[in-house]
């Protein structure tokens, strides 16, 4: 009994995410998990239903910018995500402009918010106009980029073992990783949110010395979200999205 409860404690450690950074735009954890599972998650993140505008009606452009580009820079602009929001919510905007200088996101008009209000569309000399309207819809990446609400990558952590005599440069540089002696060498943990691998590889080549990169079972994952929702919630969204997949499958068989 117990040597299958001491068993089952060692399960639930590894199954344990270390969180490195968390802020609203990206989370970085590391976490024990098969590269199938990470990617299957990765790819839901496409899956992850987000507004972005979709419909655009240019009454008057008088900038330098093509209708068809400026419809497709208004494309691109992150909105705030509500969670009223349903797969059929369209809502409506305008563009009404006669000012000198440049026209940022942040002069779109109507029902919409914009993550980011600076965001620069086009310019407009003295006497001239725009005159714009159009309307959003929900979708996903899978449809159009515009409905992507963000990117999750992945990196295998890893152990570098290399000389000892480049252990202060490595410390001074990266000094919050993680270096142990061992003999005259240095073990050094690559499971920070930046990956230092390339640069202990390039240092120990520079000086003609020799080094010893191993992967771990671990991955350190990053999620950075583009602003319609913070990053803890794309990776929710995309995880319960890949779960219901994952429920269908008995039923497709069948």
Same mark, same amino acid.
């Given at each position: 009994?117990?040597?299958?409860?001491?068993?089952?404690?060692?399960?639930?450690?590894?199954?344990?995410?270390?969180?490195?950074?968390?802020?609203?735009?990206?989370?970085?954890?590391?976490?024990?998990?098969?590269?199938?599972?990470?990617?299957?998650?990765?790819?839901?993140?496409?899956?992850?239903?987000?507004?972005?505008?979709?419909?655009?009606?240019?009454?008057?452009?008088?900038?330098?910018?093509?209708?068809?580009?400026?419809?497709?820079?208004?494309?691109?602009?992150?909105?705030?995500?509500?969670?009223?929001?349903?797969?059929?919510?369209?809502?409506?905007?305008?563009?009404?402009?006669?000012?000198?200088?440049?026209?940022?996101?942040?002069?779109?008009?109507?029902?919409?918010?914009?993550?980011?209000?600076?965001?620069?569309?086009?310019?407009?000399?003295?006497?001239?106009?725009?005159?714009?309207?159009?309307?959003?819809?929900?979708?996903?990446?899978?449809?159009?980029?515009?409905?992507?609400?963000?990117?999750?990558?992945?990196?295998?952590?890893?152990? $570098? /073992?290399?000389?000892?005599?480049? *252990? =202060?440069? %490595?410390?001074?540089?990266?000094?919050?990783?993680?270096? #142990?002696? !061992?003999?005259?060498? $240095? /073990?050094?943990?690559?499971?920070? *949110? =930046?990956? %230092?691998?390339?640069?202990?590889?390039?240092?120990?080549? #520079?000086? !003609?010395?020799?080094?010893?990169?191993?992967?771990?079972?671990?991955?350190?994952?990053?999620?950075?979200?583009?602003?319609?929702?913070?990053?803890?919630?794309?990776?929710?969204?995309?995880?319960?999205?890949?779960?219901?997949?994952?429920?269908?499958?008995?039923?497709?068989?069948?």
């Amino acid at each position: 009994m117990e040597v299958q409860k001491r068993k089952g404690e060692e399960e639930e450690e590894d199954r344990k995410m270390k969180l490195i950074k968390k802020t609203d735009e990206r989370i970085v954890f590391q976490a024990k998990m098969d590269e199938c599972l990470a990617n299957a998650i990765r790819r839901m993140v496409n899956r992850v239903s987000v507004m972005a505008i979709d419909e655009v009606e240019i009454a008057r452009n008088d900038s330098a910018m093509y209708d068809e580009t400026l419809a497709h820079r208004l494309g691109l602009i992150p909105l705030k995500f509500d969670k009223t929001f349903k797969e059929d919510s369209v809502l409506k905007f305008k563009l009404d402009s006669k000012k000198e200088g440049t026209i940022y996101s942040g002069d779109l008009k109507g029902d919409i918010e914009v993550a980011y209000g600076e965001i620069p569309l086009t310019l407009l000399n003295p006497n001239q106009e725009l005159k714009i309207k159009g309307k959003t819809k929900m979708g996903t990446a899978k449809e159009h980029a515009k409905f992507s609400p963000g990117i999750l990558f992945y990196r295998n952590a890893a152990e $570098i /073992v290399m000389d000892k005599s480049f *252990e =202060k440069e %490595i410390s001074r540089i990266f000094p919050k990783v993680e270096i #142990k002696e !061992k003999g005259n060498k $240095i /073990v050094i943990k690559d499971n920070q *949110e =930046k990956g %230092i691998a390339d640069f202990c590889e390039g240092l120990a080549q #520079k000086n !003609k010395k020799p080094i010893e990169i191993n992967d771990s079972n671990e991955l350190v994952f990053t999620i950075e979200s583009f602003g319609q929702m913070n990053a803890e919630e794309i990776f929710k969204k995309a995880t319960d999205i890949l779960k219901k997949e994952l429920k269908s499958i008995p039923k497709t068989i069948k």
